[in-house]
């Protein structure tokens, strides 16, 4: 059985197609480049449940959301490697 804090569980496999579905479908529909971040927020979204599953990948993604706004200059911010190596 597969953890929530695992790439390839159930939970992380529904929110990284939530965010496809943001991507194709609502996030065309904003006129230009919105996002204050390198990559886009939804973008890093995909990049941290990939790398950290659904639980971290979740809470890290909305503390990048929760930046966004004029209080912070926005800039490059990757997600961080996960600590453990996985095969």
């Not at 919105?34 to 990049?47: H, I, N, V």
């Amino acid at each position: 059985m597969c953890s929530t804090h695992s790439p390839n569980s159930p939970a992380t496999k529904a929110l990284l197609r939530l965010v496809l579905v943001y991507q194709k479908y609502i996030s065309p529909l904003k006129m230009g480049s919105t996002c204050r971040f390198e990559p886009t927020c939804s973008a890093y979204a995909l990049d941290a449940l990939k790398e950290h599953g659904a639980v971290k990948g979740t809470v890290m993604s909305l503390v990048r959301l929760s930046k966004c706004g004029p209080w912070h200059p926005g800039g490059f911010d990757p997600v961080r490697p996960s600590k453990t190596k996985r095969s």
